[in-house]
């Protein structure tokens, strides 16, 4: 295994159109987070999923964001009637239980542009 | 609420200087630190790390001591070199959520 890996790297879309990202973790790790990053910021926290459960959104997740994790191994984030403030990287991490000390290993993004 | 709060960048240093990136969080309690690093087309890197009050983590020559008394953990490293160039973000997890600053981007001039 080689680590998380994110499809696709790249995606341009225009504006009002449907965007569909996948992750997949390492393969033994049951938590999978979703991260927001756009240009001089950091990473902001969007989801995360234990298993098959998602337990926390951000206020960030409005209601045209969706993530999924159907069984509990790779998760998809879908964004819906895209705006352009949608551009950003997408990151996705992973990490074997939860806890402060768990060490989440990230995916190196998909850069979604919306035109 | 929780946050990190780093030294804005970029920083430029030559080669053999010594570095400090300054961080401070606030939290309600004691979360666990956190400095990442993210190198030119990769992914974030967890760098080291620190789970409790006076725990030093280090790695590649950085280390970074958790101060709890000055809520601080800031980053050092003896002498940079140009591969050191990136950015770098220091983060706590607190409740099972990674809260990012803002990164600092690193510049080493050979």
């Known amino acids: 295994d080689t680590g998380v890996s994110q499809d696709p790297r790249h995606k341009i879309t225009k504006r009002g159109q449907n965007v569909t990202f996948r992750c997949d973790p390492i393969s033994e790790h049951n938590r999978l987070y979703w991260y927001r990053q756009t240009l001089g910021q950091g990473p902001e926290f969007l989801t995360y999923f234990q298993n098959e459960a998602q337990l926390e959104k951000s206020r960030l997740l409005s209601d045209r964001f969706s993530a999924e994790r159907p069984k509990g191994s790779f998760s998809t984030l879908e964004i819906q009637r895209t705006e352009q403030g949608d551009s950003a990287m997408y990151l996705c991490?992973?990490?074997f239980g939860g806890g402060g000390r768990a060490e989440a290993f990230f995916g190196q993004g998909t850069r979604l542009t919306v035109v | 609420g929780d946050s990190v709060t780093q030294m804005e960048g970029p920083v430029t240093l030559s080669e053999e200087a010594f570095l400090t990136i300054n961080c401070t969080y606030t939290a309600t309690g004691y979360p666990s630190l956190f400095w990442y690093v993210q190198y030119p087309g990769e992914g974030l890197q967890l760098l080291l790390k620190a789970t409790k009050a006076d725990d030093k983590g280090s790695n590649k020559g950085f280390e970074a001591t958790y101060r709890k008394e000055t809520t601080s953990f800031h980053l050092e490293k003896g002498s940079v070199q140009v591969s050191d160039s990136a950015v770098y973000f220091c983060?706590?997890?607190?409740?099972?959520?990674?809260?990012f600053g803002k990164g600092t981007r690193l510049h080493i001039l050979p």
């Open positions: 983060a706590q997890n607190r409740d099972d959520k990674i809260i």
């Open positions: 991490a992973s990490s």
